[in-house]
């Protein structure tokens, strides 16, 4: 009878503990003009095939990737990290102090080992091939774990949207209770975007873009990733935006069918934006392809054509580019 008395007050106790955490309010503060209430919640988010459920916000989070490394900047986050990896090239000036305050576990992708080490409790890739067996684990290993895993939708899927983009962003500062900053963000993203519309002319024809990645036989490009929606607010048109896919191979001969007047190169790795130059202007393909003989390039970096932060300085390259 004691022990049964015992365990009626306990619960009681334990109610009272849910109910008064479900009735409390959370402290607010202020970060950069945008007040944030610190109360945890339970997030649920649909990622992909796999759902999130969180019940504590994050405080030990790792980045693969530098577009999701900089989302997570962009957002103040520095401070719930304790790793990153994989930059394309340097980040932002503005971000540059919080980038310099978090581990860099590996040039590259880092192996689950130094993962591990970092003992993190989040981690949040860019690409899918950031979570395999052969580097940190898959999404469902490190679930065994107990680390919760993201994967950034809009560059998963074909044909993301800039609210793709934005989604991501929301899915993010749900996850780590900053609601107030990601709307911040997304409207002045919106507001960027709005004002460089504004500098394209209304009475010029669509130019017709080449993006080009890389290759040699056989050019890489733009199908449908991002860049091809930057390309359609600039006011141009990307000339292999009918194929399906993000990112595809297609030939020379087809370039030369759709005559580019403009070739955006893609700027990363070791071969450089002027080597990919010297390249396409010496191609004895290429020798009547508008874009060659006007010379017309723009060099885009790597950074600026993933589907996170800089969609805004992606346009401006662009709308720079052509007019």
């Given at each position: 009878m004691k022990k049964l008395l015992q365990k009626a007050i306990l619960g009681l106790g334990v109610a009272a503990i849910v109910v008064a955490c479900s009735e409390a309010v959370g402290t607010n503060q202020q970060v950069n003009g945008v007040e944030e209430?610190?109360?945890?919640?339970v997030v649920e988010i649909q990622n992909g095939d796999h759902t999130l459920t969180i019940s504590e916000v994050p405080t030990r989070a790792v980045t693969l990737n530098?577009?999701?490394?900089?989302?997570?900047?962009?957002?103040?986050?520095?401070?719930?990290?304790?790793?990153?990896?994989?930059?394309?090239?340097?980040?932002?000036?503005e971000w540059k102090e919080a980038y310099e305050s978090i581990p860099v576990l590996a040039k590259r992708s880092p192996s689950q080992e130094a993962f591990l080490d970092v003992e993190p409790d989040f981690a949040y890739a860019?690409?899918?091939?950031?979570?395999?067996?052969?580097?940190?684990?898959?999404?469902?290993?490190?679930?065994?774990?107990?680390?919760?895993a993201y994967l950034h939708q809009s560059s998963t899927i074909v044909g993301p949207t800039l609210e793709d983009i934005y989604d991501d962003i929301r899915n993010i500062a749900k996850i780590f209770n900053v609601r107030g900053r990601g709307e911040a963000l997304i409207s002045e993203l919106d507001d960027d975007i709005e004002q460089l519309k504004k500098r394209?002319?209304?009475?010029?024809?669509?130019?017709r873009v080449f993006i080009y990645d890389s290759g040699d036989t056989a050019p890489f490009t733009v199908g449908q990733n991002f860049l091809n929606q930057i390309i359609t607010l600039a006011g141009a048109?990307?000339?292999?935006?009918?194929?399906d896919k993000n990112w595809a191979e297609v030939s020379w001969e087809e370039v030369v069918e759709r005559d580019p007047e403009v070739i955006i190169i893609v700027d990363y790795g070791e071969i450089t934006a002027d080597q990919k130059r010297h390249q396409l202007l010496t191609?004895?393909?290429?020798?009547?392809v508008t874009a060659i003989k006007d010379e017309n390039f723009i060099v885009l970096p790597l950074?600026?054509?993933a589907e996170g932060v800089r969609v805004a300085k992606a346009l401006e390259i662009v709308v720079e580019g052509l007019y």
């Amino acid at each position: 009878m004691k022990k049964l008395l015992q365990k009626a007050i306990l619960g009681l106790g334990v109610a009272a503990i849910v109910v008064a955490c479900s009735e409390a309010v959370g402290t607010n503060q202020q970060v950069n003009g945008v007040e944030e209430t610190s109360q945890n919640e339970v997030v649920e988010i649909q990622n992909g095939d796999h759902t999130l459920t969180i019940s504590e916000v994050p405080t030990r989070a790792v980045t693969l990737n530098q577009h999701v490394t900089e989302v997570m900047l962009a957002l103040g986050l520095e401070d719930h990290m304790v790793g990153t990896a994989y930059l394309d090239d340097e980040v932002l000036p503005e971000w540059k102090e919080a980038y310099e305050s978090i581990p860099v576990l590996a040039k590259r992708s880092p192996s689950q080992e130094a993962f591990l080490d970092v003992e993190p409790d989040f981690a949040y890739a860019g690409w899918s091939s950031a979570f395999n067996e052969e580097g940190i684990g898959s999404i469902e290993q490190l679930q065994s774990f107990g680390i919760n895993a993201y994967l950034h939708q809009s560059s998963t899927i074909v044909g993301p949207t800039l609210e793709d983009i934005y989604d991501d962003i929301r899915n993010i500062a749900k996850i780590f209770n900053v609601r107030g900053r990601g709307e911040a963000l997304i409207s002045e993203l919106d507001d960027d975007i709005e004002q460089l519309k504004k500098r394209i002319p209304s009475d010029q024809s669509e130019a017709r873009v080449f993006i080009y990645d890389s290759g040699d036989t056989a050019p890489f490009t733009v199908g449908q990733n991002f860049l091809n929606q930057i390309i359609t607010l600039a006011g141009a048109t990307n000339i292999f935006s009918d194929v399906d896919k993000n990112w595809a191979e297609v030939s020379w001969e087809e370039v030369v069918e759709r005559d580019p007047e403009v070739i955006i190169i893609v700027d990363y790795g070791e071969i450089t934006a002027d080597q990919k130059r010297h390249q396409l202007l010496t191609h004895p393909a290429l020798t009547d392809v508008t874009a060659i003989k006007d010379e017309n390039f723009i060099v885009l970096p790597l950074s600026s054509a993933a589907e996170g932060v800089r969609v805004a300085k992606a346009l401006e390259i662009v709308v720079e580019g052509l007019y």
